[in-house]
T-cell receptor, first 114, second 113 residues
Framework: GENVEQHPSTLSVQEGDSAVIKCTYSDSASNYFPWYKQELGKRPQLIIDIRSNVGEKKDQRIAVTLNKTAKHFSLHITETQPEDSAVYFC?????????????FGKGTHLIIQP | SAVISQKPSRDICQRGTSLTIQCQVDSQVTMMFWYRQQPGQSLTLIATANQGSEATYESGFVIDKFPISRPNLTFSTLTVSNMSPEDSSIYLCSSMPGGNEQFFGPGTRLTVL
């Protein structure tokens, strides 16, 4: 089955700087890659996703890039703010549009230092 | 976006008992999913529930331990049977009410004593 590796496990950045979280996946059939943000005690919230026919997607301060050849995708957050502090999870699915269960990475605890 | 709700939000149970968790979506959906999130950990898929067919379980999860019902297109239940302290987790349901992105319910925090 699919295996998703996520790095780093903890990331501390100064407010205003950029943060990058990286994930790799093992199943070449995976074609949908969402990112979730989870604040303490809350449910995971979808923040951005990308499908295998696209190399990059951007939404304001958040962007995701996908390298299908390397089986690698990354989350980029620019101009970080205190409210960006949370745990971020990458995930992968073999059914386009997430019409399949998701395999999650272990998560990255992002800490924004004021 | 659609609303996904779960009941109960939390519970404390004795070992050996069972708990049924309910998940309600405010629109009709084909698939519903159940995940487990152990304390401080990531999410692990337990099973996929399609209306009108038996749930499909992931490796390491069995129907006798986690029976699932899917009686209609807006509702599903997950039962955690014969509980032990190792079952203490947050259980989350999810679905795709818009047809593309997967959204999560608020979770059920289960503590087994």
């Amino acid at each position: 089955g699919e295996n998703v590796e996520q790095h780093p496990s903890t990331l501390s950045v100064q407010e205003g700087d950029s943060a990058v979280i990286k994930c790799t996946y093992s199943d070449s059939a995976s074609n949908y890659f969402p990112w979730y943000k989870q604040e303490l005690g809350k449910r995971p919230q979808l923040i951005i996703d990308i499908r295998s026919n696209v190399g990059e997607k951007k939404d304001q301060r958040i962007a995701v890039t996908l390298n299908k050849t390397a089986k690698h995708f990354s989350l980029h957050i620019t101009e970080t703010q205190p409210e960006d502090s949370a745990v971020y999870f990458c995930a992968a699915s073999t059914a386009g549009g997430g019409a399949d269960g998701l395999t999650f990475g272990k998560g990255t605890h992002l800490i924004i230092q004021p | 976006s659609a609303v996904i709700s779960q009941k109960p939000s939390r519970d404390i149970c004795q070992r050996g008992t069972s708990l049924t968790i309910q998940c309600q979506v405010d629109s009709q959906v084909t698939m519903m999913f159940w995940y487990r999130q152990q304390p401080g950990q990531s999410l692990t898929l337990i099973a996929t529930a399609n209306q009108g067919s038996e749930a499909t379980y992931e490796s390491g999860f069995v129907i006798d331990k986690f029976p699932i019902s899917r009686p209609n297109l807006t509702f599903s239940t997950l039962t955690v049977s014969n509980m032990s302290p190792e079952d203490s987790s947050i259980y989350l349901c999810s679905s795709m009410p818009g047809g593309n992105e997967q959204f999560f319910g608020p979770g059920t925090r289960l503590t087994v004593l």
